[in-house]
């Protein structure tokens, strides 16, 4: 049974920093692309980053570029988001994801096999 569970969300003042985790059970994780997922209220899910497989190739959404680092440890099955500068846009649920597809860097929820339940990152005022 595959199993993608996040950590690491909260609440953060505006300009702070969090770390999220994502542990994986039940598969050999550089055998996915990895990638992080964000969707706020009354917006649509979208790809803030993505890891190859072999974690020396990496996607990131235009807005958190440079303020976000995506990286993995395949032998103890963990991805990680870590994330600084934090406004209010990035207020939303954070999902962690597996792909097949070991061949490109994809964007699209669609081609994510595994899902996390998520975690919540909240702007405090």
């Known amino acids: 049974q595959v199993e993608l569970i996040e950590s690491g969300g909260g609440s953060v003042q505006a300009g702070g920093s969090l770390r999220l985790s994502c542990v994986a059970s039940g598969i050999t994780l550089n055998d996915y692309t990895m990638a992080w997922f964000r969707q706020a209220p009354g917006k649509n899910r979208e790809a803030v980053a993505v890891?190859?497989?072999?974690?020396?190739?990496?996607y990131y959404l235009a807005s958190v570029k440079s303020r976000f680092t995506v990286s993995r440890n395949n032998d103890q099955k963990v991805v990680f988001l870590q994330m600084t500068n934090l406004n209010h846009e990035d207020a939303a649920v954070y999902y962690c994801?597996?792909?097949?597809?070991?061949?490109?860097?994809?964007?699209?929820?669609?081609?994510?096999?595994?899902w996390g339940p998520g975690t919540q990152v909240f702007m405090s005022s």
């Open positions: 994801a597996a792909s097949s597809r070991r061949d490109r860097l994809a964007r699209s929820s669609d081609e994510y096999e595994y």
């Open positions: 890891i190859s497989y072999h974690g020396t190739t990496t």
